[in-house]
């Protein structure tokens, strides 16, 4: 009897590769295996044995339109689930940031964006954080960027130690939340007053 068991590897990522997730999906869907028979034997029938397939996944790309009025987003009162670290008011493409998200957009681009790529879109060999930080907290996040993350795909290293990183990792989550909420556009943000 054979059965197949499908490991799909999630690699959660914020400021590098995150914590993983090892799914299995099963489903029954039917496999023929046939038991050769002996010469002069009766021909046994067919087994069938479920197999696994993936569950369907679905991903949401935010959509890359520009407003032609200007939003405003405002950090709504703090409780866990609806708290925005940010403030961002665009108009047009351009937008303006408070100062903290301003200060994660630099510490970001100053570190974080050679493994990422400019605005948290991703590469070859690191995520992109605009997608991982969807459904991300932040404890998870300070979590994987002080203690790195080894994956299926790359590493990242501990930055822990690093001075130009772990003073701001409140100004990161700004960012990037803002970036993931898909309220903050790409390009350098101004400062508002």
């Known amino acids: 009897m054979k059965k197949s068991v499908l490991f799909l590897t999630v690699t959660l990522c914020v400021g590098g590769l995150l914590n993983s997730s090892l799914l299995t999906a099963e489903t029954a869907t039917p496999t ?10 009766t021909p046994n029938t067919a087994t069938t044995q479920p197999a696994t397939t993936p569950a369907p996944t679905t991903v949401t790309t935010p959509s890359a339109t520009t407003e032609t009025t200007p939003a405003t987003t405002s950090p709504a009162p703090a409780t866990a689930s609806t708290e925005k670290p940010y403030t961002v008011v665009c ?29 948290a879109v991703g590469s070859t060999f690191a995520p992109s954080l605009i997608e991982r930080l969807k459904d991300f907290p932040k404890e998870r996040f300070i979590h994987s960027v002080t203690e790195g993350f080894q994956g299926q795909v790359g590493v990242m290293p501990a930055w822990k130690d690093n001075p130009n990183v772990m003073p701001h990792l409140d100004e990161l989550w700004s960012y990037l939340r803002a970036r993931s909420d898909g309220v903050l556009l790409p390009g350098r943000p101004e400062k508002l007053q």
């Not at 023929?32 to 034997?41: L, R, Y």
């Not at 570190?111 to 605005?119: K, N, R, S």
């Open 32 to 41: 023929t295996t046939e038991t050769p028979t002996p010469t002069g034997a």
């Open 91 to 119: 108009e047009g493409n351009k937008c303006k940031v408070d100062a903290q998200t301003f200060k994660g957009w630099r510490a970001f681009h100053a570190t974080c964006h050679v493994c990422h790529a400019q605005d």
